[in-house]
């Protein structure tokens, strides 16, 4: 995690273990709180795709648990990985999110 002045970017890389990327979530929860912060930016250009759909679902219900009030959440990863689900069910329950294939749209998206 990196405070760059105004967001807090933080790299998530390896499998995708959702409890393990929860732990990530909260440990960016609380740098932001921490860092007075309520824009985050994901990398997750290293994190490798999900085994099973079910595990973008609960990625997103982990966001939603995490990122209501007031934060605003980018991420970008490889296109390829791309299909929305995680984001959807986080933004159908409030969250303020986007998820895209560069660090330039996700960032021009963040601090719009």
């Not at 990327?21 to 921490?34: F, G, P, Q, S, T």
């Amino acid at each position: 995690m990196e405070d760059r002045g105004g967001y807090l970017y933080i790299r998530i890389s390896g499998d995708y273990v959702v409890e393990e990327i929860r732990r990530h979530l909260v440990d960016a929860r609380e740098e932001a709180e921490r860092i007075g912060t309520f824009l985050l930016l994901f990398d997750a250009m290293d994190l490798a795709a999900p085994k099973q759909e079910f595990d973008r679902f609960a990625l997103g219900m982990e966001l939603a648990k995490l990122f209501l009030q007031g934060f605003r959440v980018a991420a970008f990863c490889p296109t390829y990985m791309i299909n929305k689900f995680t984001e959807d069910t986080a933004a159908n329950r409030g969250v303020t999110i986007h998820v895209c294939g560069s660090e330039e749209e996700a960032l021009r998206w963040l601090l719009s």
